[in-house]
C-alpha cells in the first residue's frame, strides 16, 4: 500500500457542489489501496476577502493577528471535507497544521517550513483515515500560528510528501497541467508531459501560476515526484521530476506584473547602492536586475513586482525623497527548456523577432534553461504568439 498526497487549491473547493466533486477524486485514490494525505487551500477567494475585511479594521494589520485570521481559511476547508467524506463512508480526519506536527520559522506572513513531526499524521494513516491538512500554516516555537505566504498550500504538500516519503504529490487545480504559454493568451498552446525540477522553477519565477517555486525547490532537494492535474477532468497531466533532457523551447512565460524603477542623485559615493539595497531588503523588496547605470553619478535602474509598488512609494517618501524617481509598467518575456544556453538560433529567433516589432529591449539574461528578455515598457500578446509560433 502507497503512501500518496493529493493538494487541492481553492478553486476546487469554491462550493459544496465542487467540493463533492474533490471527495469523489479522494475515493477514486483511496479505492486504489493507497494512503491518502490531502492538502487543502482556502475555499474560493475567502483569503482574499479575509485581507480585505482586516484592512477595513487597520491600514496595517498586526502580522501575527492576521496569521490567525488567514488560517481559518483552510480551517472550514479540512473540516467540511471531513465531513463530506465521513458522510459517503469514507473514514477522515481533519488536522490544522499545528496538528499535523508542521513546524515553522516565526517569520509571520512569510514563514518557512523547518522540520514536520509525522506522528500524528502516520497514526492516523495507519488508523485508516484520510488524513485532510490545512495548508499554509504551521506553528512556531512559541506556539503563535504563522502562516508560509501566498502559494504555501503547494509548498505544504511537497513538504509532507517529503517528510513521510510518499510515492507520488499530485497538485490539482482549474488546470490540467503545464502548458507551452498562457492557454488564455495563446490558443495553440499545447501541455507539456514532463518538465525538470530547474525547468518548472523557472516557469514558476518567472510568473507561471501552475505551482508555487517554494513548492518545486523542496521537490527538487528531496525528489519527490509532482504530477499536476486538473480537479475537474481525468487527463494526463504534468509530470515534474529530476529528468533533465536538452528540448529546446517548452514553455514561453510573459510576466506584466513588473515596474521598472529608475533612481538619480546627482551626488555620489560608493556605499550608497549598497544602502540602497539594504533598504529595499528591510521593507520586504525584493529588486531583481538591479544595475548602476552611470561611473561618476548614481543613476540606479532595478525592476520590483507589481505588488511591491505601494510598499516602495511609501519608501521613497519616507526614505528615499532625495532621489529623482520615474516608474514603468514593463514585461519580461521568458524562454524555458533545458539546453537554450547552448542554441544560438533560439537566442538570434527571439532577439530577430523583438527587433520586427521594435521592442525597446532593457536586459537580455541567458541561463542554463532560459532566456529572459525584459523590455522597456509593457508588450502586448501579439509578440508572445509570434515567439510561440516560431520556437515551439
Known amino acids: 500500500m502507497e503512501t500518496i498526497v493529493l493538494k487541492f487549491g481553492g478553486s476546487s473547493l469554491a462550493d459544496n457542489i465542487k467540493l463533492n466533486i474533490v471527495a469523489n477524486k479522494i475515493i477514486d485514490f483511496c479505492n486504489k489501496n493507497n494512503k491518502i494525505i490531502v492538502v487543502v487551500s482556502a475555499q474560493g477567494k475567502t483569503t482574499d476577502n479575509l485581507i480585505k475585511e482586516a484592512k477595513e479594521l487597520s491600514y496595517d494589520p498586526d502580522r501575527r493577528e492576521m ?5 481559518t481559511g483552510e480551517q472550514i476547508s479540512i473540516s467540511k471535507l471531513a465531513i463530506l467524506l465521513n458522510r459517503l ?9 499545528w496538528q499535523a506536527g508542521i513546524f515553522t ?5 512569510k514563514a518557512k517550513i523547518e522540520y514536520i ?24 516555537d512559541k506556539k503563535d500560528i504563522t502562516t508560509l505566504g501566498r502559494g504555501g498550500s503547494d509548498t505544504t504538500a511537497v513538504s509532507i510528501a517529503a517528510a513521510i516519503k510518499a510515492a507520488h504529490c499530485y497538485i490539482f487545480s482549474d488546470v490540467d497541467g503545464v502548458y507551452s504559454s498562457d492557454p488564455k493568451k495563446i490558443i495553440d498552446a499545447k501541455k507539456i508531459e514532463e518538465l525538470s525540477y530547474d525547468e518548472m522553477l523557472d516557469l514558476s519565477n518567472e510568473g507561471a501560476k501552475v505551482l508555487h517555486n517554494r513548492c518545486v525547490e523542496i521537490a527538487k532537494k528531496y525528489n519527490v515526484l509532482i504530477e499536476t492535474g486538473s480537479t475537474f477532468n481525468n487527463n494526463i497531466g504534468t509530470q515534474i521530476n529530476n529528468k533533465i ?11 506584466d506584473n513588473l515596474f521598472l524603477i529608475t533612481l538619480k542623485y546627482e551626488n555620489y559615493n560608493a556605499d550608497m547602492l549598497n544602502k540602497l539595497y539594504y533598504s529595499l531588503l528591510k521593507n520586504d523588496i525584493i529588486p531583481t536586475s538591479i544595475i548602476n547605470n552611470s561611473t561618476n553619478s548614481f543613476n540606479v535602474s532595478f525592476t520590483i513586482n507589481t505588488s511591491d509598488l505601494g510598499k516602495f512609494q511609501e519608501l521613497l517618501e519616507r526614505e528615499l525623497s532625495m532621489f529623482s524617481s520615474a516608474f514603468t509598467n514593463i514585461s519580461r518575456i521568458s524562454l524555458v527548456g533545458y539546453g537554450i544556453v547552448n542554441n544560438k538560433e533560439i537566442i538570434e529567433k527571439a532577439l530577430e523577432i523583438m527587433n520586427i516589432n521594435s521592442v525597446d529591449i532593457f536586459s537580455v539574461q541567458i541561463e542554463e534553461c532560459k532566456l529572459s528578455i525584459m523590455t522597456k515598457e509593457k508588450i502586448n500578446n501579439k509578440i508572445l504568439e509570434q515567439l510561440h509560433h516560431e520556437l515551439i
Open 245 to 255: 533532457e536538452e528540448s529546446l523551447v517548452k514553455s514561453i512565460v510573459k510576466n
Open 117 to 140: 513531526n509525522t506522528q500524528r499524521i502516520e497514526k492516523e494513516l495507519d488508523d485508516g483515515n484520510i488524513v485532510i491538512v490545512a495548508g499554509f500554516q504551521g506553528i512556531d
Open 89 to 97: 463512508g469514507y473514514k477522515a480526519v481533519s488536522l490544522t497544521g
Open 105 to 109: 520559522s516565526n517569520d509571520n506572513g
Open 67 to 71: 496569521d490567525v485570521l488567514l488560517s
